[in-house]
Every structure is written in C-alpha cells, then in structure tokens.
C-alpha cells in the first residue's frame, strides 16, 4: 500500500467518525456516484441514495457516532470492525446504545469508495433493545438456541 493510499484510508475513516448531519453532502468526496451500498435495511447503489441513508440516520436517533476499533486490509479491499453509538428519539432518549458491526469496502483506483456493504445482527444489536419487541426477540434467541 502507498503512502498515498493510506491518507486515503485514513481520511475516509476520519469522515466515518466525525460525520455529521451536515456533512453528509461530503459523501461525494469519497463515494463514486455509482457506489453500491448495502446493509441490513438498505441496498442502493446510487451517491444520493447513499446520502439519504445517513441523513435520515441522522433524523432518527440522537447523537450517533461510529468508532472505528480495527481494520483490515488496504485500498482493494478493507474490513472496519465498528460501533455505531447512539441515543433513540422514540424511546429512552437518555440511554446510550451500541450497535456492533462489520463494513466491507472496496475503493478504485482514486480512492473512492465503490462498494460498502455492512454486516449486523439487527436482533441481537437492536430489535433485542427496543422496549415492546425486545422481550420477544430475546425470549425466541433463547427458545431456539
């Protein structure tokens, strides 16, 4: 990997953890337009689309923040092992929450991102922490295993 390529890595997850709703529009410097992104909600494949996926993350829950802890790889392909931080707006607002996950990404030849695809278990990383569904997730985690 180049000197080059790593300050591209190292900006793009500099971007990841200080994101903000108004720098959301900042995809663009390190998202192709045609990028492709997928996670357990969403699959688009389009730039604005990527956008609106934050945006509206943005308008959802309160105070979210990825810290990125490890990662693997290097320019053709990168794995980032995270944690989304967040506070829910519907319920418990004064409750910190933590989703754990996964991206894959692949970047071309200039550094942008052309394929992002997250990996999360929406039982146990969510729905197993909402109020009235939470019970029932967990209670089927444990009938089952």
């Known amino acids: 990997m180049t000197v080059m390529d790593q300050s591209r890595i190292d900006a793009l997850l500099h971007f990841y953890e200080t994101l903000t709703p108004a720098r959301v529009t900042d995809f663009g410097f390190y998202y192709a337009e045609d990028a492709y992104f997928k996670d357990p909600f969403n699959e688009v ?24 802890s ?15 931080n967040f506070r829910m707006k519907s319920c418990k607002p004064q409750k ?7 991206s894959h990404l692949r970047m071309r030849d200039d550094g942008k991102v052309t394929y992002h695809r997250d990996y999360w278990d929406t039982g146990e990383e969510l729905y ?13 985690r444990r009938a089952v295993s």
């Open 45 to 68: 494949n389009r730039i604005e689309d990527i956008r609106e996926i934050f945006a509206r993350m943005f308008r959802k829950v309160m105070d979210p923040r990825f810290v990125i």
């Open 128 to 140: 197993a922490k909402l109020p009235l569904i939470g019970g029932a997730v967990r209670f089927l």
């Open 96 to 102: 910190r929450l933590v989703i754990r996950g996964v």
């Open 70 to 84: 490890e990662r693997v790889g290097d320019a053709d392909g990168l794995f980032l092992v995270w944690n989304m």
